[in-house]
């Protein structure tokens, strides 16, 4: 990695930090209420992430990196497969309220937000590329199987149509087709989408930081959340590292697909389990432990596939 792109990659997550500090200033002086992080949640949720989700997918697809762009999504629907896996079995004696906030972490991480601009600092054009396909499979997921988590019912038909019609899973739906079909919507459609999708980052990281000004920050480190760090930051990139390794996979993909699977705790997780009902205190510590620990490892990461290709 050049030093560019490390300082780069520095830049985001003090970014990202320096947002959600903003959040917690907001909150703590009254900006945000409890009135107003509900209504700032709902709007997330509803609004600002669907269109987030929908411009990712307007991306220029070429036919003449098809097979690289269809070893990519392996690897991705791979590496769900993998944390669906861990999220299913190794969370089942957590506390009821931390144990869906653990599973939906580990299968919805914070690449949505964080991989699509990482992977162009570090591995340029063709990586950003790489990094929107790698991204569908997770965005998927996280709609799907990951809001089931939050959302608990023992009426199946009831939770599939909850899921169904969950505007981020349309989103999903709407984005793949514009993807496939590499239909142009009007320009000012377009703009509108981008316009309002660029609020993501900006409106998760105050939420959070709200939500974090409600938490005893001496109980930001935990066993839980050093154990739940270090799975999400090293032990499910190297899985996926050795994989690639081993299977001789493309250095440029592998290089997307190992930082890509390294990324802190999605930032949904807290919002979701604010949403829900869960336990959002604890999902906040998951994500900003996570988040100050990947300034480490995502570096380190960048650094090891660069020098193994």
């Known amino acids: 990695m050049n030093i560019d792109g490390f300082k ?4 985001l997550q003090g970014m990202l930090l320096l947002m959600l500090i903003i959040g917690l200033v907001a909150r703590k002086t009254g900006t945000i209420t409890d009135a107003g992080k509900k209504s700032l949640t709902d709007l997330i949720i509803n ?10 997918f307007m991306i220029e697809f070429s036919y003449k990196i098809f097979i690289s762009c269809g070893v990519v999504l392996l690897i991705s629907v791979l590496i769900q497969i993998m944390c669906t896996t861990i999220s299913r079995f190794c969370y089942n004696k957590a506390e009821q309220g931390k144990k869906e906030v653990l599973q939906y972490a580990t299968v919805c991480s914070n690449a949505g937000f964080m991989g699509n601009p990482i992977a162009e600092s570090v591995f340029g054009s063709l990586g950003l590329l790489y990094a929107s396909i790698y991204l569908i499979p997770l965005r ?3 709609w799907s199987a990951g809001v089931s988590y ?12 909850k899921v169904a019609t969950h505007p981020c899973i349309i989103a999903v739906a709407i984005g793949l087709f514009l993807m496939i079909t590499q ?19 900006a409106t998760s990281m105050f939420i959070i930081g709200s939500i974090l000004a409600e938490v005893n920050l001496k109980t930001l480190i935990s066993k839980v959340t050093v154990l739940y760090s270090g799975l999400r930051l090293v032990l499910i990139p190297l899985v996926v590292y050795i994989g690639c390794m081993l299977f001789h996979v493309e250095p440029l993909l592998m290089g997307v697909s190992t930082v890509l699977a390294g990324m802190p705790a999605g930032t949904t997780t807290a919002i979701l389990a604010a949403k829900y009902g869960g336990d959002e205190y604890f999902a906040t510590k998951c994500v900003v432990f996570s988040t100050v620990l990947s300034l480490i490892t995502i570096p380190i990461w960048c650094t090891i596939v660069i020098m193994a290709g």
């Open 8 to 11: 780069n990659l520095v830049e």
């Open 47 to 56: 609004i600002i992430l669907p269109c987030n989700i929908i411009y990712s």
């Open 140 to 142: 998927i997921v996280m």
């Open 150 to 161: 939050f959302t608990h019912t023992t009426d199946k038909k009831q939770l599939v149509k």
């Open 183 to 201: 239909l142009k919507l009007p320009g000012f459609v377009t703009r509108t989408i981008s316009t309002i999708g660029g609020c993501t980052t």
